[in-house]
């Protein structure tokens, strides 16, 4: 069967291994493409991370389009339909790791590019294309190094569309304008290990830490605002014990997590931990690892032109959003660009047998070309 041309480059890129950090050839791909249309290809490597940075045009607005080519380890194959590696087509759904997160918003944006381009060889502006292989990963050398060096020269992104599978029921039902901030802990409680049944000769941490925690469970960090929910708490792993039952440990292990409003900041929720985990006398230490400040894009051309372009192809109105985990996004705002998120349905993301409908890819292709069309193009051209 013959598919088209964004079809056939998502089933390219997904046949590529490219477990985070590797790329697997997915950006040679991409690249060549690029060149035929005319763009200025910058390899940016860092340590083992690939990163490119292609441009067409030096006037702005600067349009770009921010993804990634590495993807998610696919896990135990058996537990799979289907080879995650072989794109397979079953009931309308391309199946493979990385179909929806997110090799195929990326072969959207290329081949509605490549359309684009023929039919508005002068349109107005820039176009670029920031690809990198380091955003399921550790996400040092990856957007973040690209982004350093933009600034470093004053080169600077106007509106930002990244690829990520921000639709929830349909298709362009939703779009992220912004994400929560994340900031993780791992909290060590010290406590002193011994026999249970010489109560008065240990310091069972568990027990001396459960009124701290349980406070920090309830605490209200902020009522969050009209663009952002709540900051949530969650603890995601709690440890302690040696495996016997007759042995009061001498240490307990607490990962935990925020997800954070603009509402809060990376300083004032450490310090307020800190003031609940001291006012309960413990004796503890934490490893704080932060992942990113909150970003929000309210209104402008971006917002507006990728709503009006998702009514026209697809009939749907577009609900804004700023739900979910974070995205490479949170080193492009902070420049001053206008940043949104628009790509496949989210629902097989990460998971076993993850997969996207053939003909979304394909919509989503047309949605990304009329984007394209109402930035760059004026009426009479």
Known sequence: MKHSATIELACDLISRQSVTPEDAGCQEVLIARLEKMGFVIEKMPFGEVKNFWARRGTVKPLLCFAGHTDVVPPGPVENWSTDPFAPTFHEGYLYGRGAADMKGGTAAWLTALERFIEHHPEHNGSIAMLITSDEEGPFVNGTTKVIDALEARNEKIDWCVIGEASSTEKLGDVIKNGRRGSLSGKLKVQGIQGHVAYPHLVKNPIHTSAAAIAELTTTEWDQG????????????????????????????????????????????????????????????????????????????????????????????????????????????????????????????????????????????????????ARLLVTDND
Request: aromatic residues 8%; glycine residues 8%.
């Open 225 to 372: 605002n009209d663009f952002f929910p709540p900051t949530s708490f969650q603890i995601s792993n709690y440890h302690a014990g040696t495996g016997a039952n007759n042995i009061v440990p001498g240490e307990a292990v607490l990962d935990f997590n925020f997800r954070f409003s603009t509402e809060s900041t990376e300083a004032g929720l450490k310090a307020r931990v800190l003031a609940i985990l001291d006012n309960h006398q413990l004796d503890y230490s934490i490893d704080w690892a932060f992942s990113g400040n909150p970003f929000i894009t309210t209104g402008g051309p971006l917002i507006a032109a990728t709503q009006a372009a998702i009514k026209s192809v697809t009939g749907l109105e577009t609900e804004l959003s700023t739900s979910g985990g974070t995205s490479d996004g949170r080193f492009i705002a902070p420049t001053g660009a206008q940043v949104i998120e628009l790509g496949p349905i989210n629902a097989t993301i990460h998971k076993v047998n993850e997969r996207v409908k053939v003909a979304d890819l394909d919509i989503l292709s047309d949605v990304y070309e009329n984007i394209l």
